[in-house]
């Protein structure tokens, strides 16, 4: 027993976790007939801790009301609310003279049944000032993950990191044991959180922090997911908690007054709360939760559900996979699917049909033979994580719904402030016009301006932004290579890529369902912009300081696009710089890369022609061929970019990613330029480009020749012109260097562990922890990066030969097969 204080926070609202908590704290959620804070506070009580303080501030009075004073816990509860917000580390600090010796921290709403005995000795015995108990998360990315040492002391804090920063699987849970001179940090009053303020300022004055790393059961009840997830891992006896029923037999638990009438199957795990009456030929399938005082009628069938108390069911009723909040009525012949909610006091009607991912905020009548497939409260179903590597990526009607897409466009608005203005461009093909469409309703319901570009190209949309001075904007297009594939990309008031923190706040709107919806009368009417290439193409022109000496040149240019959009662009832009155009082919689906590649090849030298150039079919980037018929793309294209940005136009400032090859600081070096290392973010990417610019109308040129494929020919062939020279004598000054790539598949849950195994089992090696692990040795280097999108990790290696770079690939690759194959064992 320990003779310690501890305070429970309890002042969450549980916005994930709506319809649930739109009438109770998140600490009230009810786990098996008890509210969640129920079982930490007995957790306490098991280990000896009897003082307890609780931090309030969402519907405080509901906790007051059932928990009282503690006393029929045996326990004493003093509470303390917050009139303003104060973080986690505020809330404790405003307990004031409440804690005057060592204290432990813990959530309330989240259910543990960690030995607290043994992690306060460990505090103890490290004479530890502050000790994070800690869990291995197979999938870190939704954590605050923590990093530690050999002695388990902290060394670095990473909050809810992408792939490419997580080092470690051990995450925190919230739950610290402390002395109470770290508080002193602050005052009473102060808004500050634990993990984000007070934690990184004590790391950062040396002072003692340990992380207490737990196998027993923790689990963050922060998503509907988690919640139904906990009540499968208690019926599977994963976590010691006192369940009140008799487990009549293996896995089937059935508390007092529990009626079952004929013919019922119990298939477990299963657990019936008291006095609910199963009637005839039910059947209760597996990890099902059925509450006190509720009805199941004759022929339904539950499974996988959670039915909280008093909800009554009529016969013939399927649920599965559903979550059915307190007093709630389902009439006969009711269909609940996988990952629905209806919330509490929420009727039924007969024949409703509610499908997948469907939630239904409490209070609603829902009426005979209505199939729901949005969520009733704005209408839009959403999903978690929406946003991937870059933007959002699906099969349009499969993976991106039309009613996802006017969410979007509500939740991107409002995430803007009120009144915003947004350009939305869009290619030509149908399924983005629809998609753009779409975008622009959800856009106008919330009072925002939507300003739409059709036939538009990504370096277009980007500059539309800015032309217009719009806060936003958002561009549409459709995959080369799968025409079936829809791609959604989000850019700021710069026309950059949004940062990961705005797609964070979209994506919580849309969970949420959280807009700002208008009056009618305030909803703007769309702007519709007609012939926008044509203020695209003369603007391209305007920044050429050199018009006269390309047109005098006349380039004979040999030109292929993915997409006739950019193909047509591309054609007036280089016929306006006195350019003869050769069009070999555009909108070519069916076509294969290396079979254009040769075809133009052979091209140009017949023609003896000064460039091949191919427009991808966003418009962003450019694949070059010479006049002698090589192929300048991928890297290699990137390192031109470099050196025209330098030699022609004096930058001294260049972006690159962690993962690009070093010969790019060789080629500043030898030209005094300096090269500034980013995570492969192309938001990071475009913001530092952005950043290194005189304005937000003059980026780095190293960001046109990068991201907006129609200008940068304009760049390209003035610093041929200026300088008398070709493409090939660039590509010719371009150090030699040795670089390879590959993926390796994994499984989700693989990719925290290889990554801290690969960072700390190498501790003797020079590494880098800065995106992914990046090993040196005298060959080269190697690094491993998790895949933000798909279950593999991304291999770059680049040696000082060939074979070193080989090698060095091999090698990583090799370790984490072994790693793998280890797991797999």
Not at 206 to 218: L, R
Not at 687 to 715: C, T
Not at 799 to 819: H, N
Request: glycine fraction near 8%; hydrophobic fraction near 40%.
């Amino acid at each position: 027993m320990i003779k310690i204080k501890a305070v429970i926070m309890a002042g969450g609202k549980g916005t994930r976790l709506r319809p649930l908590t739109c009438g109770i704290p998140k600490p009230m959620v009810p786990i098996f007939d008890k509210p969640v804070m129920e079982y930490t506070i007995k957790l306490l009580k098991h280990r000896g801790i009897k003082k307890i303080g609780v931090t309030l501030a969402y519907l405080p009075q509901v906790i007051m009301d059932y928990f009282r004073d503690g006393s029929d816990y045996g326990v004493n509860i003093t509470y303390f609310i917050e009139s303003t917000p104060l973080g986690t580390g505020g809330s404790v600090r405003n307990t004031g003279g409440f804690l005057d010796s060592t204290f432990i921290v813990i959530s309330g709403d989240a259910l543990t049944d960690i030995n607290l005995i043994n992690a306060y000795e460990f505090h103890k015995k490290m004479k530890s000032k502050a000790t994070l108990v800690l869990k291995k998360e197979p999938v870190p990315i939704e954590y605050g993950v923590v990093i530690t040492d050999d002695e388990n002391r902290i060394i670095r804090f990473l909050e809810k990191p992408s792939w490419g920063e997580v080092f470690s699987d051990t995450v925190n849970t919230g739950i610290y044991i402390l002395e109470p001179e770290v508080m002193e940090y602050y005052k009473p009053g102060d808004n500050f959180d634990f993990s984000k303020d007070l934690f990184p300022k004590l790391l950062e004055d040396d002072v003692p922090m340990y992380g207490y790393i737990t196998e027993d059961y923790w689990c963050d009840i922060g998503n509907l997911a988690s919640y139904r997830q906990v009540h499968f891992d208690i019926l599977d006896k994963k976590v010691n908690i006192e369940i009140e029923a008799e487990e009549n037999h293996e896995g089937i638990w059935l508390s007092k007054g529990v009626q079952i009438k004929n013919n019922v199957t119990l298939i477990p795990p299963v657990y019936i709360g008291k006095d609910t009456v199963i009637e005839d030929n039910v059947v209760i399938d597996s990890y099902s939760v059925i509450s006190q005082n509720s009805r199941i009628g004759s022929n339904s069938k539950i499974k996988r559900s959670v039915l909280w108390k008093k909800v009554h069911v009529g016969q013939n009723c399927g649920i599965s996979g559903g979550v059915i909040c307190s007093k709630s009525l389902l009439k006969n012949d009711v269909r609940v699917y996988e990952n629905s909610v209806v919330g509490e006091d929420t009727w039924l009607l007969e024949g409703c049909i509610i499908k997948p991912d469907v939630r239904i905020w409490p209070g609603k009548k829902i009426y005979e033979n209505t199939i729901v497939n949005n969520n009733i409260i704005w209408g839009t179903k959403v999903t978690k994580n929406i946003f991937g590597f870059r933007g959002i990526a699906g099969v349009l009607n499969l993976d991106i719904s039309l009613e996802l897409c006017t969410g979007l466009g509500s939740a991107f608005s409002t995430s803007l402030g009120k009144n915003s203005t947004l350009v939305i461009g869009s290619d030509s093909r149908a399924q983005s016009f629809i998609v753009q469409s779409s975008l622009a309703t959800g856009i106008l319901s919330v009072g925002g301006q939507a300003i739409l570009l059709d036939n538009s190209i990504m370096p277009m949309t980007r500059y539309g932004v800015v032309y217009h001075r719009a806060n936003g904007g958002i561009h549409v297009y459709t995959s080369h290579e799968n025409p079936c594939k829809t791609y959604i990309e989000f850019f700021d008031e710069k026309g950059i890529n949004i940062s990961r923190s705005q797609e964070r706040k979209i994506e919580n709107l849309m969970n949420q369902d959280d807009y700002d919806r208008c009056k009618a009368e305030d909803i703007k009417g769309i702007i519709r912009m007609e012939n926008f290439h044509e203020v695209f193409v003369r603007q391209g022109l305007e920044q050429i300081a050199y018009l006269d000496e390309i047109r005098r040149k006349n380039f004979k240019i040999v030109l292929a696009s993915y997409s006739d959009g950019s193909a047509s662009i591309a054609y007036k832009f280089l016929e306006s710089l006195g350019c003869g155009i050769s069009l070999v082919w555009s909108g070519f689906d069916n076509l294969t890369d290396s079979t254009l590649y040769k075809h133009m090849s052979n091209y140009i030298i017949r023609r003896k022609a000064d460039l091949g150039v191919i427009i991808k079919g966003n418009g962003e980037n450019l694949i070059l061929i010479d006049e002698r018929g090589r192929v300048v793309k991928d890297e290699e294209y990137l390192l031109l970019a470099e050196l025209i940005a330098i030699k022609g136009y004096d930058e001294k400032n260049l972006v690159f990613p962690y993962a690009f090859p070093r010969v790019a600081e060789e080629i500043a070096k030898i030209n005094g330029a300096k090269i500034f290392r980013v995570s492969s973010s192309p938001a990071e990417i475009m913001k530092k480009m952005v950043e290194l610019g005189s304005d937000i109308k003059r980026p780095l040129i190293q960001f046109i020749l990068n991201h907006n494929g129609i200008w940068a020919l304009g760049y390209i062939l003035e610093f041929m012109a200026i300088n008398n020279t070709k493409i090939s004598k660039l590509i010719d000054s371009i150090p030699e260097y040795y670089y390879m790539k590959k993926e390796i598949n994994c499984d989700w849950k693989d990719k925290g562990r290889i990554i801290r195994e690969i960072a700390f089992g190498e501790r003797m090696k020079d590494i880098e922890l800065i995106e992914g692990v990046k090993i040196k040795d005298s060959r080269g280097w190697a690094l491993v990066l998790p895949d933000n999108e798909k279950p593999v990790f991304n291999i770059y290696a680049e040696g000082y030969s060939q074979e070193m770079a080989q090698e060095l690939s091999a090698d990583l690759s090799e370790k984490i097969a072994v790693l793998l194959k280890n797991q797999r064992q």
